[in-house]
Structures are given as structure tokens and as C-alpha cells.
């Protein structure tokens, strides 16, 4: 925090003048401490407390108590240099540990989903291997579903020879059957891939 102007020209002109004037009777504390202001060499530092003193002497004096500003018209306010402490050597140990430990937890996050064993853009023996027993899976599934069908429809054709001696009712017969049991096994498997599909 400020505690002192640094004083120009102006300031050290004026104070000059005011020690010169024999009619002026500074107080002895004020007039030594402007004096030592005056013997130093630049920059010229000038205490609040000493600043304070001449403002009241300008004041007791009749003076106008702004005059005060004409005596630091070039002058500036002195701001010490902040002097920061030493870091504690372990605490900063401790805080590049947590950072490693973040980096690396992050690192760990955004890589989470990348596969390592990949060889290149087309995947691995494995994807391909997956690839082939999902479309064999496929393949499997409409055998099954055309077997299925035309056993109904035999059994349903065999069958019907019992209760229709025409070939047409027994045909027709046959079709009706095999339509239910298709229409039966095409729910399941729709069923059965909406299963898979909702799974995680």
C-alpha cells in the first residue's frame, strides 16, 4: 500500500522558496525533515506524515489548504515494490504430484474408448470375425424361418388329406397354415432382434 509520493521539480522549487523565506517560521521538526528531503538525490521520497505536516502549517498559515496540490504537481505516488515469500519447496512438490495425477486421470478419460489393439482403419481380425457370425447369425435365422414355413405347409398338406378330398381345399389349407405360422415366427424374431437391440 501507498505511504509516500516521489517528488519532482516542482515540489523541490517551491519547498526551496519556502525554506528561503525568512518571514516563513517553520516548525524546527518540519523544517529539517524538508531539508534532508532536499539533500537526498533522486528520486525524492516524501512521507504521507511529513506531507501531512506542511499541508497544516499552509492551512495555519492562511494559505488556501489546495496549495498543497501546486507542491505535488509533478509528483507521484510511490507504490514499494511487493516482495513475494519464498514458495514452500514440499507444497510444490505436493502440487506438480496432483497436477501429474490430474493429467494423467485425464489422459486416462479421453482415451478410454480407443482400442489399442486396432492395426488399422479397417479394424482387426476380431471385427472381422464379429462381422461374419452376425451375418451368419443372419443366414441362420432365414433358413430357419423358410424351413418352418414349408414344414407347415407339408404337414398342413399331409394332413388335410383326412378332412378334404379335393386338392384345392387342401391346398389352400396348407397356405393358411403355413401363413399363421410364418406370420408367428416372423413376431418372435422381431421380438427377439428388438431384445438385442434395446440391450446396452
Avoid: W
Avoid at 509520493?5 to 519547498?15: C, L, N
Avoid at 519556502?18 to 525533515?33: A, F, G, I
Avoid at 512521507?47 to 507521484?76: I, M, N, V
Amino acid at each position: 500500500m501507498a505511504s509516500s509520493f516521489v517528488v519532482g521539480d516542482t515540489f523541490r522549487k517551491k519547498v526551496t522558496g519556502l525554506l528561503d523565506n525568512t518571514n516563513s517560521c517553520l516548525p524546527q521538526t518540519l523544517r529539517e525533515e524538508l531539508e534532508e528531503l532536499l539533500e537526498k538525490s533522486q528520486p525524492t521520497i516524501l512521507s504521507f506524515s511529513t506531507a501531512r505536516k506542511l499541508k497544516k502549517y499552509l492551512q495555519d498559515k492562511g494559505h488556501s489548504p489546495g496549495q498543497l496540490h501546486e507542491f505535488l504537481e509533478d509528483s507521484f505516488l510511490h507504490l514499494p515494490q511487493v516482495v513475494k515469500p519464498p514458495r514452500n519447496p514440499e507444497l510444490v512438490a505436493r502440487l506438480e504430484k496432483i497436477q501429474a495425477k490430474l493429467a494423467n486421470e485425464e489422459y486416462n478419460r479421453m482415451t478410454r474408448n480407443v482400442n489399442t489393439q486396432e492395426i488399422n482403419r479397417n479394424g482387426t481380425l476380431a471385427d472381422f470375425g464379429r462381422e461374419v457370425r452376425s451375418v451368419k447369425a443372419a443366414v441362420v435365422t432365414v433358413f430357419n424361418f423358410l424351413v418352418t414355413v414349408v414344414a407347415a405347409f407339408a404337414c398342413s398338406y399331409i394332413g388335410s388329406q383326412y378332412l378334404f378330398t379335393e386338392t384345392t381345399a387342401r391346398v389352400i389349407s396348407a397356405v393358411i397354415a403355413a401363413s399363421v405360422v410364418g406370420l408367428a415366427e416372423l413376431y418372435v424374431l422381431v421380438r427377439t432382434m428388438e431384445g438385442e437391440l434395446g440391450e446396452p
